[in-house]
């Protein structure tokens, strides 16, 4: 059972490149969001629905997904969500600026990692 | 009707939009989440749980709902905005629920910011308003005083200007006067006469055309003029092409050269029409005015990094220097006199304006008092709406914003009341104000101070409205509401509020009383003379017209014929002025008695000396104690009679002989010789008040204006009439003018009743406690106000304690007793503080005083008494209601 504690261990802002770099697969509701990201992890990440729709909802309401009502695999309607060309925007700069910080953190920490090109 | 209709539809249809909105957004997140916590179901079954537990695990991994939905909802733009309409609403429908603390806060802000932007707008001007030259800090007034007054002497002005080192520049102006402009549609100006180099020395530029040229400003120069501001535009019309035009000037044919800027005064504030060039003959300044020369008003420039006092004291040794053609009789009277040019010209407004803007610091601390002491007594009602909110989840910061939100909305309405209120005051202010007030005419609502009051009113109003809502509920704040109220958080504050507001009253209302006091002095002192049914008739007269001394006198006398012909009029008397209005005057060491060694001279003082026709005793019914008043005949004998007020009689003849002595007086060519002119005294005429309302009644002495002997005494415009009649002032105006209007048409006459006149020596004192006393008053019914809610309060809070012990016997009295016990120890504090600061700093108003002493016991008394019984009444009204409670209704109140 994955504690709460774990998902807030995620940096501040990570979730939000978390789900846009999902989103940016395929457009998904907020369960399929959450479940993508619980697999790639290897169940390490998971993601409340507690963090997990305020985030969703964030991100739409600055422009960088959009909402869709259609219907889910099994014949409910949900809530898809996809990403804009904003977000994809704002993905890649999400991305270099991880890379970025990720890479500084290493350095900090004696770790050996890939600088970014 | 229809915009009724209308704004009714607009209120719906956006009501319904907005509920419409948050309704779709709100069931679109419950399916949204539903979806989720179905899908996590599914999840669970195919996983192999069964349903009830696919379910509960579920649920318990899904987390609080609620939390989530609110979360996500938060996420809204528009949250922050909606939240703060919401608080917004609560606070509003708060103050409706509780209108009486509503309406007094904002009246109590109102009130304070009202008139402290009111007053302060006035007072700006006086205090602290810069004035309209280049730099004006630089600018200092350079005169000799001599007893009361300020002037320089040509003689010695040009010596200090062409040797002096602190100034950068000097200049002068010689005054002004009446001059007429003898055009179609005569009009009478006043004309001042500057120096060359004035306007560039004040740094004053004209708004058209340019200063005087060098060469206008020497005598016989060309004659030419700078027009102000408000002539272009009343008589010109503003017109441009008016340079270079002729005008006539007391019949002078005058070129106008410019225009002067629309907010150029004069530096001692005289109301200028136009100025003229000084065209001094610097020469002539040794010789002319027994060789001291012209008087002038000097002013000057300082030089960078120069102080005032630096300049004095370099100016001194020039002074002492000059100082040798001052007569050494009255050398000693002489001194130097450098100030800054405010200082010079707020002389008397100053104090005046300090003391009004203490009163309305003080209704403003008074104000801010209140509105705490409201504020925490209603903070400590709702401690525990603060604790059950807290508990249902309300932030701190929720609660926080809540509270600011309060105290802006009330802050608010008490600045926009008080806006209203400070225009609506300001206007009666000016309404009642007197003349002689420099630039009151002028005084507008200030912005600074309008912002400077709201913002008092804010930090008043959040400093108090904050606290509570920082303050952790106490524990047991959610239960029953605790007996007894004496140690409840905020009543020590209150308790102190009010007795400082007391206090404040307190002073305020000494000050008060004692102009108030003073000013009655000033209203019911014995003149000495009739002011009822006497008009004064002035008439100046255009210069040109009257060529000599006779056509004066031919004038003057033929008005007076004709003014007695007029029914209705008793007598008519001409004199050069009329009390209470000082005239010119010797000194006492002028006089000489005959057969008596001459009073050592620096001694004794002003004597006033009055030239008038015999009727005028008649007329202002002055009456004779010794001897006889002047009869027609004294008009054409050729001796010389003269009559003496008391004191003067009294002072020079103790032994009460003063009729049928002779005197003579000093002539000053030369210098105190004996004027040959015999006086024999004819008769002692009781004093008369003859040098303003205020000051001591000084020696006096009338002579007649003799008819045909002395023709030179009558080259002036500037006489008055004075007409006894019984008729209306209306009525007896206009046939006055139309009687003169027969003898000389293009003579401006103006006619006001003596009454009038004597009043307008009162306005000030009159205005200084209207003022006071309105701040006075305003401060009281705050402070009462104050009092009475604290009382209020106190009882409200010991209902349940009042109930017990009317449970337990005690009657109605006890408790009358045990509430009034409270708010007189608060009255009683307040008093005694306010009345030993009072009593400390009375002192300062002193100059402000007229015949009271500053620390007047009967004026005291009746201030403590009066503030004792208003603020007995504050505090017995809710004591009274105390003791009406119902012991059962107030056990059960909890």
């Known amino acids: ?117 | 009707m229809s915009s009724a209709w209308f704004t009714d539809l607009l209120t719906r249809l956006t009501a319904f939009l907005r509920t419409a909105a948050r309704q779709n957004s709100k069931n679109n997140l419950n399916e949204e989440l539903q979806f989720h916590l179905e899908q996590s179901i599914q999840a669970n079954l195919a996983a192999g749980m069964t349903a009830n537990e696919a379910r509960r695990q579920a649920l318990l991994e899904f987390g609080g709902i609620e939390q989530a939905r609110e979360e996500t909802y938060r996420q809204r733009p528009g949250w922050l905005l909606e939240t703060l309409l919401q608080d917004t609403r609560y606070a509003l429908r708060g103050f409706l629920r509780n209108p009486a603390f509503t309406v007094t806060v904002i009246a109590t802000l109102a009130l304070g910011i009202g008139a402290t932007t009111a007053v302060f707008s006035v007072v700006d001007r006086i205090l602290f308003r810069s004035l309209p030259y280049a730099q004006d800090d630089r600018l200092v007034s350079l005169v000799q005083s001599f007893e009361k007054q300020e002037f320089t002497l040509g003689g010695f002005y040009y010596e200090w200007r062409d040797n002096q080192k602190p100034f950068a520049q000097m200049t002068f102006e010689r005054g002004t006067g009446a001059c007429n402009l003898t055009d179609a549609n005569p009009l009478a100006l006043q004309c001042a006469e500057i120096a060359g180099n004035f306007l560039p020395t004040f740094g004053i530029a004209p708004v058209l055309g340019r200063n005087f040229l060098p060469e206008e400003d020497l005598p016989h120069g060309p004659r030419v003029a700078l027009l102000s501001y408000g002539l272009w535009r009343t008589r010109f019309n503003q017109d441009p092409n008016v340079l270079n035009q002729t005008i006539h000037i007391d019949g002078h044919p005058t070129r106008i050269v410019g225009v002067l800027p629309a907010n150029f005064e004069m530096p001692r504030l005289q109301q200028t029409d136009l100025v003229l060039p000084a065209a001094m003959d610097i020469a002539a300044q040794h010789t002319v005015n027994s060789g001291i020369g012209y008087p002038m008003w000097a002013f000057a420039r300082l030089k960078p990094g120069i102080s005032i006092a630096q300049a004095k004291a370099e100016m001194e040794p020039l002074f002492l220097h000059t100082q040798q053609w001052i007569p050494a009789q009255i050398r000693q009277d002489f001194h130097l006199q450098v100030r800054s040019l405010r200082d010079r010209q707020m002389q008397e407004a100053y104090m005046g304006a300090w003391v009004l803007l203490g009163s309305v610091l003080a209704v403003l601390i008074i104000a801010c008092a209140n509105v705490v002491s409201l504020f925490s007594a209603r903070a400590a009602m709702r401690e525990r709406e603060l604790a059950v909110r807290s508990a249902l989840g309300a932030g701190r910061g929720r609660l926080v914003r809540q509270a600011l939100i309060e105290a802006f909305l009330l802050a608010l309405a008490g600045a926009l009341t008080g806006c209203a209120l400070a225009a609506v005051l300001l206007h009666a202010f000016l309404a009642i104000a007197p003349t002689g007030i420099p630039f009151l005419a002028q005084a507008r609502l200030d912005l600074r101070i309008v912002c400077f009051s709201i913002l008092l009113a804010f930090l008043c109003a959040i400093m108090v409205g904050i606290v509570p809502a920082l303050q952790k509920p106490r524990p047991g704040a959610l239960a029953a509401r605790a007996i007894g109220s004496g140690n409840r958080p905020g009543v020590r504050l209150r308790r102190s509020l009010v007795i400082a507001q007391i206090a404040v009253s307190v002073i305020l209302i000494s000050c008060a009383g004692l102009l108030l006091k003073s000013f009655q002095n000033l209203e019911r002192q014995a003149l000495g003379m009739a002011t009822s049914d006497v008009l004064t008739v002035t008439v100046p007269l255009n210069a040109e017209r009257y060529s000599s001394g006779r056509a004066y006198m031919d004038f003057y006398l033929g008005t007076e014929t004709a003014l007695r012909s007029l029914p209705g009029v008793t007598s008519v008397a001409i004199s050069d002025s009329l009390p209470p209005d000082g005239n010119s005057g010797i000194r006492f060491d002028e006089i000489f008695v005959a057969g008596r060694a001459p009073t050592p001279t620096g001694t004794g003082g002003i004597v006033i000396v009055r030239k008038v026709t015999p009727d005028y005793f008649r007329v202002l019914h002055i009456p004779t104690l010794q001897g006889r008043s002047f009869d027609e005949k004294d008009r054409n004998a050729s001796g010389n009679v003269i009559i003496l007020s008391k004191l003067l009689a009294t002072r020079l003849f103790p032994q009460g002989d003063a009729v049928g002595r002779r005197m003579q007086f000093a002539t000053f060519q030369p210098y105190f010789a004996l004027d040959p002119t015999v006086f024999t005294v004819v008769g002692v005429a009781a004093d008369v008040k003859n040098d303003d309302l205020a000051s001591q009644v000084e020696p006096e002495y009338y002579t007649v204006r003799s008819s045909d002997h002395d023709l030179d005494s009558w080259g002036s415009r500037h006489y008055r009439f004075a007409v006894e009649s019984q008729l209306p002032a209306s009525v007896m105006a206009a046939a006055i003018r139309a009687q003169i209007a027969k003898i000389d048409p293009t003579a401006p006459v103006h006619v006001e009743p003596l009454t009038e006149s004597v009043s307008r020596l009162a306005d000030r004192p009159r205005f200084e406690t209207a003022l006071l006393g309105f701040f006075a008053l305003t401060g009281l019914i705050l402070a009462i106000i104050g009092l009475y809610g604290v009382m209020a309060y106190i009882s409200a809070q010991r209902t349940q304690e009042i109930g017990v012990r009317m449970a337990l016997g005690a009657n109605r009295a006890d408790i009358l007793r045990l509430m009034a016990r409270e708010g007189i120890a608060l009255l009683l504090v307040g008093e005694v503080i306010g009345l030993a600061t009072a009593l400390a700093f009375s002192q300062l108003l002193r100059s402000l005083l007229f015949n009271i002493s500053p620390r007047d016991p009967l004026t005291f008394l009746c201030v403590g008494s009066l503030l004792a019984i208003v603020a007995l009444i504050a505090t017995l009204v809710p004591a009274r209601a105390a003791t009406r409670v119902d012991p059962i209704v107030a056990l059960r109140c909890e």
């Open chain 1, 1 to 117: 059972m994955p504690t709460t504690a774990e998902s807030n261990v995620l940096l501040q802002g990570t979730l939000d490149l978390l789900i846009l770099k999902t989103l940016a697969i395929e457009p998904m509701h907020g369960w399929g969001v959450a479940q993508r990201i619980q697999q790639i992890s290897n169940e390490v990440l998971q993601i409340g629905q507690g963090s997990l729709y305020p985030a969703l909802h964030r991100l739409e309401y600055r422009g960088w997904i959009r909402a869709e009502w259609a219907s889910s695999e099994n014949n409910r309607r949900a809530k898809f969500y996809s990403l804009t060309a904003a977000g994809r925007k704002q993905l890649k700069a999400e991305l270099q600026s991880w890379d970025r910080i990720s890479a500084a953190i290493a350095l900090v920490l004696g770790r050996k990692a890939e600088v970014p090109a």
